[in-house]
């Protein structure tokens, strides 16, 4: 896939999910939140996955997570991504020497914060969406959990 991102194009990386323009090419790697402030609540669906810890999840294991959301939601259901890999992330070739600039892009990733919703799924039993989302969370580098939207 060699579209134009960011004013350059990409030949040498295949990209799953990406943003569509940048402002930046590359960004500092940054510092991670304490917790969640925003995006810490089911709002879709019945049943959703939250993130434990910090960390950055790749392109690739979103991908991944909706193929299973996809094959688990066919025939009913519903699934939800809240996240987005918006945070370009760099990376310098093997046996390189130190200097000479910051590494070409690698892939992109999105930054999640303890308390984050990940994923919410909708229009399966309980029993059904925990098995699901057990499947995705073993896809993601972050440990999860399973939440349930409290009907008052």
């Not at 990376?91 to 930054?111: I, Q």
Request: with cysteine; net charge positive; hydrophobic share 40%.
């Amino acid at each position: 896939m060699s579209e134009l991102r960011c004013g350059f194009v990409d030949d040498f990386i295949s990209l799953m999910l990406a943003p569509k323009r940048l402002k930046y090419r590359k960004q500092f790697r940054g510092t991670w939140r304490k917790i969640a402030v925003k995006g810490d609540r089911l709002i879709f669906g019945s049943y959703g996955l939250k993130s434990l810890e910090s960390g950055w999840i790749k392109d690739r294991e979103i991908e991944a997570t909706r193929v299973i959301f996809a094959r688990a939601t066919r025939k009913v259901g519903k699934f939800w991504t809240r996240i987005f890999p918006d945070k370009p992330y760099t990376k310098k070739p093997p046996e390189v020497t130190m200097g000479a600039g910051k590494g070409d892009l690698d892939h992109y990733v999105v930054s999640v914060a303890p308390g984050k919703v990940l994923f919410e799924i909708d229009g399966l039993s309980e029993q059904d969406a925990r098995s699901v989302l057990r499947n995705v969370s073993a896809k993601l580098s972050v440990s999860t959990k399973f939440v349930t939207k409290n009907i008052i």
